[in-house]
Structures are given as structure tokens and as C-alpha cells.
């Protein structure tokens, strides 16, 4: 099914004027928030991690609020966010394993997995809630937050012989924890006082695939539902049931399922095109569909919003699908920048640390009157270095790693240069070898550029529009890039 997505771009910012301008000595952040990963709705805000920046909606007034560091929060990339009702309680666990927790207009930062030394995987996957307590799933097993004191309580690795084992979720039935994993799933009793025990844990046997990957679980109305991820990534498998006996679920037919939750009333299940809303009897009885679904909530008025990766944050609000992109960069993949008058440029691409091609799309931003843009072109990879013409800021060149340079003019169509039609070389006449590494104006206009691995690695396109090149003979041989 094909929609159309209605996207708001607000570029609010709280404590910004009118024109989104800021003071002399003040800081902002750019960050790209159209590749959402996580997301969960509070009493009157929606919360929505993407890949460099955190933002929330309100559902009151419909203004977008971007949070950062500048405004108190720890760190940058969000990998998990849960709220807690019961308690008032968000809880951000970030890329680095760092922790905030945001509870009555206060934040609370929670260091002690990001400092402390832990061979192996560090990251939070998820963050699940009961009682007092908030269970992390992490790369190396289960740590549990003691909400009421603020404070770690408890470790449990849970893998053969007490090894580390990545945990990908948890959920209760208000007896057991269960621990979906990449080595099946486990269950401890909640009122044992020996769970750090790894023997306190009984692995599940009943279940197909059972030594598997399991990366979703929950407790629903009496039945437990658990996602099992296909190796080969052609088809996962929904399951739901008891401990003792499971069962297909017919219903999900997606090729991937990404999150299955308990939302109160119904059971949220999002696959990579759509999220399922389902009933106590099992059913679907509302579906939103997507373009790479991550994660969902619903707002207390039911409706059902999606972290979308590429589509920003999708609801159903109002009885249509729309879109919130809160205005900033495509990416934060940032490898040039540039800037002419008001105008900022930058470049998304980049090289190994073998200076090799990493095949970036090529992709040029631009940020002009407080709002940001960009372009990107098929036919070239890996832009690495920009260049603004001092005569025009509106005329910009971008260099790349393989496939010549690149022309913007404002209102034309972009010309790329390459053997044919300049004096750069391939490393391997013929092919994709046009390797620029930086590109500068002098004073009179002219734009010089390296060109590596060639016989005359050194070339410049004359402000007549003429182009030559020239050698280094043994001046610069001992330099394999440049």
C-alpha cells in the first residue's frame, strides 16, 4: 500500500527568538533527525530518538522541542528511552552506555556502565519497568536500576557458566523475568534473592529454534510473545504462548519484526513496513504503515506513533499519516565543511583508515536562513573535500575519492568532471579511480585540486574554465595519498 506522508517540518526550538538565531558566545546543536530508531509517548509529550539527535512533540500545542547536551542531557546518540507512568520516570541509556534518568523536571546522569571496565559489549538495548525497578537488557547480561534510590541494585549475567550474554529484552508476568537473548530465552523467578546466580535462571527448551536469537518479549494478557531473528534474514518468526507450549502467530507476515510491546489495552508489534496494533484476542485491528518502522507507541488518545528510519517520527493523529522531521542535516556523517557569506556547506563522505573507499552516497548539504537542505547524486560516491567559490557563494565545488569532481551552481544542473572532460586522471584509465583528496581557490579565482596515484597528481581548473595539469616528479613520491 502506497501513502502519502504529510511532513511537518517545525524548526522550533525552545529559548531561540523568532528567527532562530542565537547570541554571541552561545552554542547550538545540528544534528539529523530523519533516521528514527526509538520512540515512547509520555502524558503529553512524544519522545523520539534518531541516529544524532533526540526530540519530543508536544501533544498540547504541537511544538517540537530538540534536546541535546546544551540543554542538561548527558550525552549524544539515544540507543534505548522508556517511560515509566507510575513513577514519572524517562530513562535515556545512550550509544556510549551512559544513562539519564528524567523524573520531575530533573535530570539525573547514571555513569557507571559507560565508566566501568567491561570486556566485551557495553551497549543498552532496552530498558523494561516494574515496580521500583527498571531492568536494563544489555550486551553483557540484565542490570537493575533501583528507582526509588537512584541507584544500581544488581548484575545478572545469565549465559552458560555465568559468561556475558547479550540480552535484547525483558518482560514480567509479574512472577518470572523473562530474557529474550541471542542464545534463546531464560526465566528467573522475580522473588528470588539469587538471581545473580546464573543457576537461578532456567533456559526455555519448548520453544522452536530455541538456541536461536530471540529479539523481542513480552507478557500480554496472560500469554507471553517473542520474536525469533532468522540468521539469513529472509523470514522472522512471531511465537506466543506459555512456557510449556508455543505457537506461531499467524498474523505476522513481515520479513522482520523489530519490536513487539505491552501497551496497556493492546500489544504493539512493529515489523519493517508497518506496525501491527493488536487486541486481547489476538488480533489486528489497526495497522500504520511505514516505510522502515523501528519502534511504536501510542499517545492516551490510542493513536499510534512510529519511529521511522528515514521517515522521521509517522502518526496516525487526526485519522491521516504525517510525518514529524524537526528541520537539521540529512546525516550527522559529516566529512567537509565549508561556508561562504550565510551560507554553510557540508559533505557526507569519507575513506577508511587504509584510505579506501567506504562508497558513501554522495551527498552535499546546505544550511541557509536557519533551515536545512540537501542534494545527493547517483552517479558519484564519497565526497570528501568542498570548496565555495569567493565570487559567488552560491557556485561550489565538491571533490571525491574516486569519482572526479563534482560542479553546484544554484538553478543549474551539476556537471561532473572526470578524464573526459578535464585533466584529472584514473588510477585505472577508465574506471572510477578519480581520486581528489583537497581542493582550494587562490587569489585569482583559480580552483587547484590533488589528484592521487596518477602520473600528474596535481590539477587546476583556471577561472577561464580551462583546465591543466601537472607533475611532482620526485617531490612528493614518498605520499601514497594526498
Known sequence: ???????????????????????????????????C????????????????????YNLGDNSIEKLSK???????????????????????????????????????????????????????????????????????????????KNEFRETYYIGENGDALKVNQVASDGTYLYAATDEGIRRGLLSD???????????LLSIPNADGTFTSIAFFNGTLFTSWRDPAGQQDQVYYGTWDSWTSYPYFTGTRCNEILNRGEYLTLVDRTSIHLISKDK???????????????????GNIWAADYGGGLITNQGGSTWSVIPNGPS????????????VVYSVQ???????????????????????????????MRDLISLAVDPADPDHLFAASWGYGLLEIRKDREPIRFTEGNSSLQSIYPGADFIRIGGIAY???????????????????????????????DNLITDFAAL
Not at 530508531?37 to 519530543?56: E, H, I, K, N, P
Not at 585569482?444 to 580551462?466: F, Q, R
Request: charged share 20%; proline share 3%; hydrophobic share 40%.
Open 37 to 56: 530508531t526509538r520512540v515512547d509517548v509520555t502524558d503529553d509529550r512524544v519522545f523520539c530518538s534518531a541516529t544524532g539527535g533526540l526530540f519530543s
Open 442 to 472: 587562490d587569489a585569482m579565482g583559480n580552483l587547484w585540486m590533488t589528484n592521487t596515484g596518477v602520473a600528474e597528481p596535481i590539477s587546476v581548473l583556471k577561472s577561464n574554465g580551462t583546465w591543466q595539469s601537472f607533475r611532482a
Open 283 to 301: 488480533l489486528v485491528i489497526k495497522q500504520l504503515y511505514t516505510g522502515n518502522a523501528r519502534s511504536a507507541s501510542l499517545d492516551p488518545e
Open 1 to 35: 500500500m502506497r501513502i502519502k506522508l504529510a511532513i511537518l517540518v517545525i524548526a522550533f526550538l525552545a529559548g531561540q527568538d523568532l528567527a532562530g538565531q542565537i547570541k554571541l558566545g552561545q552554542w547550538r546543536t545540528h544534528l539529523p533527525y530523519r533516521y
Open 331 to 342: 546525516s550527522a556523517q559529516v566529512y567537509d565543511l565549508a561556508s561562504s557569506g550565510n
Open 193 to 203: 534473592p539469587f538471581l545473580v546466580d546464573f543457576n537461578s535462571w532456567d533456559r
Open 349 to 379: 563522505g569519507g575513506v577508511s583508515g587504509s584510505w579506501n573507499n567506504l562508497f558513501t552516497a554522495a551527498t552535499v548539504q546546505e544550511f541557509r536562513e536557519q533551515q536545512w537542505d540537501f542534494a545527493s547524486f547517483s552517479d
Open 70 to 148: 546544551i540543554d542538561g542531557l548527558s550525552d549524544n546518540g539515544v540507543s534505548a528511552l522508556r517511560w515509566d507512568a507510575s513513577t514519572g520516570t524517562l530513562i535515556l541509556a545512550y550509544q556510549s552506555a551512559n544513562i539519564d534518568i528524567l523524573r520531575n523536571g530533573s535530570i539525573l546522569n547514571l555513569p557507571d556502565i559507560m565508566k566501568k571496565q567491561i570486556p566485551g559489549d557495553k551497549s543498552i538495548n532496552d530498558i523494561y519497568f516494574t515496580g521500583e525497578s527498571a531492568y536494563l537488557s544489555t550486551g553483557f547480561g540484565i542490570v537493575v536500576i533501583n528507582l526509588d
